[in-house]
């Protein structure tokens, strides 16, 4: 019982700060986009991202602070151990020698799969007008999606841990 009031409590948390948590067992499926991978500049649709488990999208702009503040958590969560493609990192209207630098920002997250969005298609078709925006996926399905704040510790914990874990 104490579990189950405290995820509701950590759930309220994160949509008073303005992340709102958005489970679904059959959510909408993965919008068409293209993206250009970092490592190669090859373009890239984004049904070629689709895992046969979870995985996580987190989308993040220039000169965004909260974005870097995320980027920054993960890059600092010692338990986090990805498997490739399980974590996809869009950098957003950025050119590839920015998003480079960005990259290189966070060496701890060497086994993400990164991605430039220089045009915002992607975010603009995740509905990601806010950021950072992160989504996670079930297949080609969005199971949950946070948006727009900085993952506070209720939402990294209740959300976030859980799914990469």
């Not at 950072?132 to 900085?150: E, K, Y």
């Not at 510790?153 to 799914?163: E, I, K, S, T």
């Amino acid at each position: 019982m104490f579990f189950s009031l405290r995820a509701v409590l950590l759930l309220l948390a994160a949509w008073v700060v303005g992340g709102v948590a958005r489970p679904s067992a059959q959510g909408p499926a993965l919008p068409a986009f293209a993206l250009t991978r970092l490592a190669d500049g090859q373009a890239i649709a984004s049904d070629a991202l689709v895992r046969p488990d979870q995985w996580t999208v987190l989308i993040v702009r220039p000169a965004c602070l909260p974005c870097r503040a995320v980027l920054q958590r993960f890059s600092n969560d010692a338990g986090l151990r990805l498997e490739p493609g399980q974590l996809v990192i869009v950098l957003s209207g950025l050119a590839p020698a920015e998003a480079a630098a960005v990259r290189a920002s966070a060496p701890r997250l060497a086994g993400a799969a990164w991605y430039v969005d220089g045009s915002g298609a992607a975010a603009d078709a995740l509905d990601a007008r806010s950021a950072p925006a992160l989504f996670g996926f079930r297949r080609d399905r969005i199971a949950w999606s946070l948006r727009g704040s900085v993952f506070i510790d209720a939402q990294w914990q209740g959300v976030v841990n859980p799914w990469l874990q």
